[in-house]
């Protein structure tokens, strides 16, 4: 059973600092991989995805990285704002449409 | 471009009581849908999936249900609700066009009392 693990479950840094979120998992026969960002109260937005053959993905501020073999993803914030406060998740999916297996998130404040 | 509607978003509800959470899917045809359960201090559970019309899957025992009548309609639904039932509920879709990301509703809170 595939298990996924976010450390630290949570993070404080000053505004402008990089974020450096971790995510392990199992099994490493997964699908693909997502990033995903939760506000308070609200739903899921999806933020990266990276599918099994690639290393990374990018958009504006945001960079993923898989690897893997060794069962890992690293979810980068550059010059980290008060608007990135949030639930970063991680899901591995095994599969093309099974069930995506979640981290329990980490909770980043990003203070002004 | 597609969207997903989930209503209600906050629903208190008795114990003993109906339950019926809906969610619709606009823009995509044929997407595999999820319900998926956030109780709190706990991460998301997967609690049913759906292939296509009529197909249900379920990941865990429980006092729910759900339905597929139509394409993009799926439903979420409970006879006698449990305390334990109280959560964050999400619907969430993905079709294998889009690589197979999974994109989530804005959920419905349900407090069982």
């Known amino acids: 059973k595939q298990e996924v693990t976010q450390i630290p479950a949570a993070l404080s840094v000053p505004e402008g600092e990089n974020l450096v979120l971790n995510c392990s998992f199992t099994?490493?026969?997964?699908?693909?991989l997502q990033w995903f960002r939760q506000d308070p109260g609200k739903g899921l937005t999806s933020l990266l995805l990276?599918?099994?053959?690639?290393r990374e993905q990018t958009s504006g501020r945001l960079n993923a990285s898989l690897d893997k073999s060794s069962g890992r993803s690293t979810l980068y914030i550059a010059a980290s704002q008060p608007g990135d406060s949030a639930t970063y998740l991680c899901?591995?999916?095994?599969?093309?449409?099974?069930?995506?297996?979640f981290g329990a998130g980490t909770q980043v404040v990003v203070t002004p | 471009s597609q969207t997903i509607h989930q209503w209600p978003a906050t629903l208190v509800q008795p114990v003993g009581s109906p339950l019926s959470l809906e969610c619709t899917v606009e823009?995509?045809?044929?997407?595999?849908l999820y319900w998926y359960r956030q109780a709190a201090g706990r991460g998301l559970q997967l609690l049913f999936y759906?292939?296509?019309?009529?197909?249900i899957s379920s990941e865990v025992p429980q006092n729910l249900s759900a339905s597929r009548p139509q394409d993009r309609q799926f439903i979420l639904s409970s006879k006698k609700l449990l305390l334990s039932d109280s959560g964050f509920y999400l619907c969430?879709?993905?079709?294998?066009?889009?690589?197979?990301?999974?994109?989530f509703g804005e959920g419905s809170w349900l407090t069982v009392v």
């Open positions: 969430a879709w993905s079709v294998a066009a889009s690589g197979n990301t999974i994109y």
């Open positions: 099994d490493s026969a997964i699908y693909n």
């Open positions: 990276i599918q099994s053959s690639q």
């Open positions: 899901a591995t999916l095994i599969g093309s449409w099974g069930k995506l297996q």
């Open positions: 823009g995509t045809s044929n997407p595999n």
């Open positions: 759906s292939v296509g019309i009529g197909q």
